[in-house]
């Protein structure tokens, strides 16, 4: 089911290629119907993966989607931020009750497990989260930083497919402020929305500054950070920062990402991308598959 290409549903199955030929021909056709819970009974679907652009202000229609796939039973595959941000205990609490899981690893750095990889560690609880997490605001700092201007920094973005249909998410930090209210509702127990994030986008940071910078080795990065205080308070912002040469996160190069996590052990994590883009999107919404497939336990 697509927005611009048309529908197809079959319980039989649908081989990828051929669907591929059609959107990229004729279209999928309009025969499937338009209701979400008709469309999943007529495919007697067990997973219903879920890619649309994001509605950072209402997340819909994800979010109803997501909702009326879990009431039905249908666990959940999704790259979308906005709905978890919005609806994570909501979503939680309709998987627990019809025993189906919800899955999200594509919504932070492409698919990077750092979900999974916190769910093997029960009883430890992040704290503090730094990280770059917007690939096109890197991309567009570092083509300032090497001479270039921003268009051309956002032009190889939209190039690699990873820029938002709305450049405006990426560059004024919107993007990144979800992905961090996203980490501090899943990870701290927060119930912050998009718009409680600190927010400043790259516009805050001058291109001399930047190349100045980048002369003595350094480079700017939006970083998204967020810190659960011992009181219970959740602080979150999104800024440019200057990343010195010492820093974990100096190595990211392009539109990579990563993030340092500290937990309530007094324990100091870094994950950083090797890749990014739409295939390890892709492979981070397959991989979710897989987990549900071998009965892993929900993150």
Same mark, same amino acid.
Request: charged share 20%; glycine share 10%.
């Given at each position: ?164 249909? @709305?450049? $405006?998410? #990426?560059?004024?930090?919107?993007? *990144? !402020?979800?992905?961090? /209210?996203?980490?501090?509702? +899943? ?15 790259? @516009?805050? $940071?001058? #291109?001399?500054?930047?190349?100045? *910078? !980048?002369?003595?080795? /350094?480079?700017?990065?939006? +970083? ?76």
């Amino acid at each position: 089911m697509t927005a611009h290409h048309g529908r197809l549903a079959s319980r039989e199955g649908i081989d990828p290629a051929n669907a591929l030929q059609l959107i990229e021909s004729e279209g999928l056709g309009e025969a499937a119907p338009t209701d979400i819970r008709r469309l999943l009974d007529m495919a007697q679907a067990t997973v219903m993966i879920e890619c649309i652009p994001q509605n950072i202000r209402s997340g819909e229609p994800s979010l109803s989607f997501l909702r009326q796939a879990l009431d039905a039973g249908v666990n959940v595959v999704t790259s979308n931020k906005a709905p978890i941000v919005l609806g994570y205990r909501d979503l939680r609490h309709r998987a627990a009750k019809s025993k189906a899981q919800f899955r999200f690893e594509s919504t932070v750095l492409d698919g990077l497990p750092v979900f999974g990889a916190m769910s093997f560690m029960p009883d430890v609880t992040p704290i503090k989260v730094r990280g770059v997490l917007n690939a096109t605001s890197s991309l567009v700092l570092e083509s300032v930083a090497l001479g270039a201007s921003r268009a051309r920094g956002l032009a190889r973005a939209q190039a690699q497919g990873i820029a938002e249909a @709305d450049s $405006v998410l #990426d560059l004024d930090g919107w993007d *990144a !402020a979800a992905k961090v /209210a996203l980490l501090a509702n +899943v990870w701290m127990g927060g119930a912050l929305r998009v718009v409680d994030v600190n927010r400043s986008g790259c @516009d805050a $940071v001058k #291109d001399d500054e930047i190349r100045e *910078a !980048a002369r003595r080795g /350094a480079r700017y990065r939006l +970083v998204g950070e967020v810190e659960k205080h011992p009181e219970g308070a959740i602080q979150a912002s999104v800024r440019p920062c200057l990343i010195e040469v010492d820093d974990p996160l100096y190595g990211l190069m392009g539109g990579a990402g990563g993030v340092t996590v500290t937990t309530d052990a007094h324990q100091t994590f870094t994950w950083l991308q090797g890749t990014y883009g739409v295939d390890d999107a892709a492979f981070g919404l397959i991989q979710d598959c897989r987990a549900i497939a071998a009965g892993m336990p929900q993150i």
